[in-house]
């Protein structure tokens, strides 16, 4: 059973920064890849960030490239998602996910979700 907690959240002026957190319970964690991904009201979800826990590649989506960054504590089994330089576009409820070996920025592939944490970022 893979269980994913996010915390974070909260609402920031533009330009500002937040650090979203996942807490991930799982038998074997090493081998997940894990996505940050985000949805905002009216429209659909859409990939942010992956991180595959071995070996600790990552990917990011074009719209936060240089903004965000994923990285992980082993020690509290929790990957993190730091948002520097905040735009109101980036106003969503973020989740992350787990997924088996690699990284896809596709949410279908996708096992396991979070419950979501909402971030607003004002004008």
């Known amino acids: 059973q893979v269980q994913l907690v996010e915390s974070g959240g909260g609402l920031v002026q533009a330009g500002g920064s937040l650090r979203l957190s996942c807490a991930i319970s799982a038998p074997t964690f090493s081998r997940y890849a894990i996505g940050w991904f985000r949805q905002a009201p009216g429209k659909e979800r859409e990939f942010v960030a992956a991180?595959?826990?071995?070996?600790?590649?990552?990917l990011y989506a074009d719209s936060v490239k240089g903004r965000f960054t994923i990285s992980r504590d082993n020690t509290k089994n929790t990957v993190y998602l730091q948002m520097n330089n905040l735009t109101p576009e980036d106003t969503a409820v973020y989740y992350c996910a787990a997924r088996r070996t690699s990284m896809i920025v596709d949410a279908s592939g996708y096992d396991y979700w979070g419950q979501g944490t909402q971030v607003t970022v004002s004008s």
């Open positions: 991180f595959r826990w071995s070996g600790g590649s990552t």
